[in-house]
Structure formats: structure tokens, C-alpha cells
């Protein structure tokens, strides 16, 4: 501890000498006097709202020329192909390693480098050898039924947005994330995702294959029982014709209480 | 309830009996006329003299307490309601006495005061007192006594050493003290218990 002076029995002091000390005027005079800081002042706020202000909007116009979403980019094949839909900000390695069989068809594909252009013709070999009714993430080997006379299967690039009780992303109760599916819309099913979060032994990343929240995850999250955030991507969805669809992530908030 | 006997106990040794700051434990009528001081401060500073009138005293006694030049206290004190006047649009009630949020700014100054070396710390101690809560403070043997409590006390950190005056040498109560503080009544109850008893430990360790 710093130095500390000790005294013992020192004279208590009077009202009349402490009330001699009031002076308010004093306190008036100094608190009317004391400059104004800097950003009290008028000229101050009118210079940072105008910089504000053009920051701002040079931050919007910028987000939209990078905004290439609601474009339509039809993805045309050949015969024994399926037709894949990739939104643009989607267009990740990840992604397009799940869509394809080797490095070539990576590169010659439309989703590597983005903006996509419109109507650009992507090489999507799909493995209808495969009896198996497996989805994998690494190869997403997917058997489907092909249609022999090939047809062009143009899909909007309408994004398509998951959700689990209404919840794409945000806050959700625990009890409504427990007990739902993940739902698009009645036209497309959830085939397989893949879902991060902690447990108690640490970060998992796990591939569910369906549109269910398997009971080992829901078991791994109540043990941990604490509000986490966590995320659900790489969203695959078919339609009744068997179209994918790569649908946005989701970020939960998980409530517990 | 036992923390409570134990320390009033003490406090009792000579029939004496904990006397509460009645500035600080007011009506609602008068913390009501706070309110309306305070609102009509904020709009114009001089309606802020009924407070300075009324929290002067306490306020240089307080930091009196805690140093060892008049003048020194003075400027402190001073310098304390200058702080409150600027701040007063900030202030916002919470259900107790304005001095609370005074006697923080009042702890805040002083702490500056002593990293600026402007004033040395001081601790005022009555020794007629030191018996209400140190049982084996013995009168006739006053300079070695002296000498132990001036040790023990050192030997405290400085938010004990906080908590012994304010509660065993300027006799504030619990609930004070918790605002002034910054925690609740309860917490500073325990705390203090628990500070004495380890004052008392080095007190009487040889």
C-alpha cells in the first residue's frame, strides 16, 4: 500500500470553520467559465455528421456492386447432368468441391469466380453409377434417375432461405430448435447439411444427412445447456424432379433461458 | 442475524450504540425535494445551491477525514461539487439519496488527489473508539497499541482499509456504505466482518 499517514485523536473540526469554507458562487463562476470540449461544440458535429454521412453511403453503393444475388444465372447441361443451383455468394471452394469430381471440372465451372456471368455453361458430372443412397460431402456423389433426352433446366436464382420454426437466423428458444426440421418450402426437401457447434468436448463440425437435427447433436447441445451460437451450412436441397438446390447458411442463437 | 449480534456486540463493549448518518437516511419527502433541486439544476446550475448548502459538511468531512491539510480538503471539496455540477445532466435516480453519487465522486477525487502526490493519504483514528471493535485495545497500554493497530491497519489492502473507516471510524451504516461503495448492503456487511476479523488476527498476531 502507498504511504499512509496515521493520526491518533486529532481535533475534530467545528461546523462554524466548515461552513466558513462554503463559497458556491466560487463553484458557479468556474463550471460556467470551464471551456466547452471540443465535441460539445456545434462545428464539431456538423464536420463528422457530413464525413458520417459520405462514408456511409459510399459503404452502400459499394455493398451493391458486390450484390449479384437476385441475378438470374442459368446453368445449362448436357444429357446425364443434373441441374445444380449455386447462389453467387455461395461460390466458395467448399461449395464447388461439393458439387464436382476433380480439379478440372472445378475450374471450368460457372461458380469459381465470381460475379457470376449470365448463362454461362458449367460441366457438373454426376456419378449415376452409384447405387448407393448415400449423400457424402466430399464428392456429394448423388444417384439420380437422368432423364435420356436431355433437357435444358434453366432455375431462377431466386435464393431460398431455410428455416427452423420460422428461424433463419437470430435469436431461437431451445425448445422450438429441438423439436424441428429444417424447412425451405413445400416445392424442395433438405437432403443433407452440415452443422457446427460446441459441446462440451469442444467445436464439432458434423454432416446430418435429412432435414432433421439428429438426437446425438440435440443430446450434445442439452448437456452443454448455455446459450451458443451455431451454424448450419452447406444446405443441400432437392426438388420433386430432383433439382438441387445449395440453400443460404444459418446462424442461431440458441436460448436457453 | 449472527454477523449482526457479533458486530453490534462489539460495537457495545461500553454501552455504546452505532450511531447512523441522518444525512444520509432521509425521508421521502425530502428526497423528493432532491428530485425537484436536481431538475431544476440541471436546467440552470444556480438552483443547484440547496444541494451544495446541504452537502458541504458531510462532504469536507469526509474527505478531511482522509487527509491532513485544511486547505488541501478544501480544494478537493471544492473541486468535487465543480465535478458534480458539470455531470449533473447525467445523473439519474435510483431510489437513494443524491449524497451516494457525491460520495463517489467524492472517492474518485480523493483517489486522484493521492496518484497526483497532491496530498498524503491520512487515516483519522479515535482511540477512545478502537475498543468498540478491537476488544484487546487496552488504554493503559496506549503507544504500544498504537503502534500494533497503525501495523495492522497498513498491513490491509486499500479497499479494506475503506471499508474499516468507513463503517468503525465515521460510523456509516451498511446500506451507505454499499452505495458509496458500489455493492450491495448485504456484501458490505459480510466484508466488514470478515475485514475485522482479519484486522483483529493481525492486531493481536506477536
Known amino acids: 500500500m502507498s504511504k499512509i499517514k496515521f493520526n491518533f485523536d486529532r481535533k475534530p473540526l467545528s461546523e462554524d470553520i466548515i461552513n466558513s469554507k462554503q463559497d458556491f458562487q466560487s463553484i458557479l463562476n468556474t463550471v460556467k467559465n470551464s471551456p466547452k470540449k471540443t465535441w460539445t461544440k456545434y462545428y464539431y458535429f456538423g464536420t463528422i455528421g457530413l464525413a458520417g454521412l459520405a462514408a456511409t453511403i459510399g459503404i452502400f453503393k ?11 444465372t442459368n446453368v445449362t447441361l448436357k444429357s446425364n447432368e443434373i441441374t445444380v443451383f449455386v447462389a453467387d455468394h455461395l461460390a466458395d471452394e467448399k461449395t464447388v468441391q461439393l458439387a464436382f469430381n476433380s480439379p478440372e471440372e472445378l475450374m471450368s465451372s460457372a461458380f469459381v469466380t465470381p460475379p457470376i456471368a ?3 455453361k458449367a460441366n457438373i458430372i454426376c456419378d449415376t453409377k452409384s447405387d448407393s443412397n448415400e449423400l457424402f460431402v466430399d464428392t456429394l456423389v448423388i444417384p439420380i434417375e437422368v432423364e435420356k433426352d436431355s433437357k435444358q433446366n434453366k432455375v431462377s436464382c431466386k435464393p431460398a432461405v431455410p428455416v427452423i ?7 431461437i428458444k431451445w425448445e422450438d430448435f429441438k423439436s424441428n426440421t429444417i424447412f425451405v418450402d413445400n416445392d424442395y426437401e433438405i437432403k443433407q447439411f452440415s452443422i457446427q457447434y460446441t459441446s462440451k468436448s469442444g467445436d464439432r463440425t458434423i454432416v446430418v444427412k435429412g432435414n432433421t437435427i439428429s438426437p446425438e447433436i440435440i443430446k450434445e447441445l442439452e448437456q452443454v445447456g448455455m446459450n451458443q451460437t451455431i451454424f448450419i451450412s452447406n444446405i443441400i436441397s432437392a426438388s420433386h424432379s430432383n433439382d438441387l438446390k445449395h440453400l443460404l447458411s444459418m446462424e442461431l442463437n440458441i436460448l436457453f433461458k | 442475524m449472527i454477523l449482526d449480534i457479533h458486530i453490534a456486540v462489539n460495537n457495545n463493549i461500553k454501552g455504546k450504540t452505532m450511531h447512523v448518518n441522518s444525512v444520509y437516511h432521509q425521508s421521502d419527502s425530502a428526497i423528493q425535494q432532491e428530485l425537484d433541486w436536481i431538475n431544476k439544476a440541471k436546467a440552470d446550475p444556480s438552483h443547484f445551491a440547496p444541494l451544495y448548502k446541504k452537502y458541504f459538511s458531510p462532504i469536507y468531512r469526509y474527505v478531511y477525514q482522509r487527509m491532513d491539510d485544511l486547505d488541501l480538503a478544501n480544494d478537493v471539496t471544492s473541486q468535487i461539487f465543480i465535478k458534480a455540477l458539470q ?3 447525467k445523473y439519474e435516480f435510483r431510489g437513494v439519496p443524491f449524497s451516494s453519487w457525491l460520495y463517489r465522486i467524492a ?6 488527489a493521492f496518484r497526483d502526490n497532491l496530498a498524503i493519504q491520512t487515516v483519522n483514528i479515535d482511540t477512545q473508539k478502537i475498543s468498540q471493535f478491537i476488544d484487546d485495545f487496552e488504554e493503559d497500554e496506549l503507544e504500544e497499541n498504537k503502534t500494533k493497530l497503525k501495523k495492522a491497519l497498513t498491513a490491509l489492502k486499500p479497499e479494506e482499509l475503506q471499508l474499516i473507516e468507513l463503517r468503525f471510524f465515521e460510523k456509516r451504516s451498511f446500506k451507505e456504505i454499499g452505495e458509496i461503495l458500489e455493492m450491495t448492503e448485504n456484501n458490505a456487511k459480510v466484508k466488514s466482518f470478515r475485514i475485522l476479523e482479519k484486522l483483529k488476527n493481525i492486531f493481536n498476531s506477536k
Open chain 2, 107 to 112: 472517492k474518485s477525487e480523493l483517489n486522484q
Open chain 1, 165 to 171: 420454426a420460422g428461424v433463419s437466423s437470430g435469436n
Open chain 2, 87 to 89: 455531470n449533473i445532466h
Open chain 1, 118 to 120: 449470365k448463362s454461362k
Open chain 1, 62 to 72: 459499394l455493398i451493391q456492386n458486390f450484390d449479384n444475388i437476385a441475378d438470374e
